[in-house]
């Protein structure tokens, strides 16, 4: 690994580094992937880790933002941060839900889901985006652009993100007139296009468009 990468990915785990010296045996990192498009679920991952990975960072090398990160890196990534990590969880709320309760409600509660699929309760959370997520969870921070910042939460951005992809891909298959395997239901051109040719499918947000 090169001396520029061990040296991001240094600073990237210091916010964890900080909590497990004060004592915390266990971080969790949670994002969420899903808001932005007009179709399918929202997905969150909340991936736990203890101080023990870091003699194991080289093994990360080129976590971050998902968004940042190829998609064959992305898949690779994936693979290591659920075999390294203490446990992982994923929480998703499909397009009904988020129907019924808005984008925002809908994401924090993935975010939920996947806190409490972990094999084990956090000592904290850190999670991505201005909002904590529920009072009845442990201790929790919310770092804006946390995926970009925080070890744990990139992590866990890719992780929902990979999860995600292969969702919408699977949908591809029974829907391939919307290319959701391509656009994975943001709203390109050739998806309006498509809506506009044979309409809306089951897995559409019929509140796309709608405040959160």
């Known amino acids: ?18 909590l497990w010296n004060s004592g915390l045996k266990y971080i969790a990192g949670v994002d969420e992937v899903g808001r932005g498009p007009m179709a399918g679920p929202v997905v969150a991952s909340a991936v736990l880790f203890s101080a023990e990975v870091l003699p194991k960072l080289i093994k990360f090398s080129g976590i971050n933002d998902s968004k940042r990160v190829p998609e064959a890196k992305r ?5 290591i941060i659920r075999s390294e990590a203490v446990s992982f969880g ?17 994401s924090l509660l993935a975010m939920k889901k996947a806190v409490l699929a972990l094999g084990k309760t956090p000592s904290h959370i850190l999670i991505d985006g201005p909002y904590t997520i529920s009072k009845e969870l442990p201790p929790q921070t919310a770092v804006i652009g946390g995926d970009a910042k925080c070890f744990s939460i990139a992590a866990a951005s890719i992780v929902a993100k990979v999860f995600r992809d292969k969702l919408m891909a699977e949908y591809h298959l029974k829907f391939p007139e919307y290319n959701f395997k391509k656009n994975k239901g943001y709203g390109t051109a050739e998806h309006m296009a498509a809506i506009k040719r044979v309409g809306l499918c089951p897995i559409h947000r019929k509140s796309f468009g709608g405040k959160d």
Do not use: H, P, Y
């Open 90 to 106: 994923i929480g998703f709320v499909d397009e009904g839900e988020i129907d019924r309760i808005n984008i925002l409600r809908g």
């Open 75 to 79: 898949e690779a990534l994936s693979e």
């Open 1 to 18: 690994m090169k001396a520029g990468e061990a040296e991001r990915l240094s600073k990237l785990i210091q916010t964890e580094k900080v």
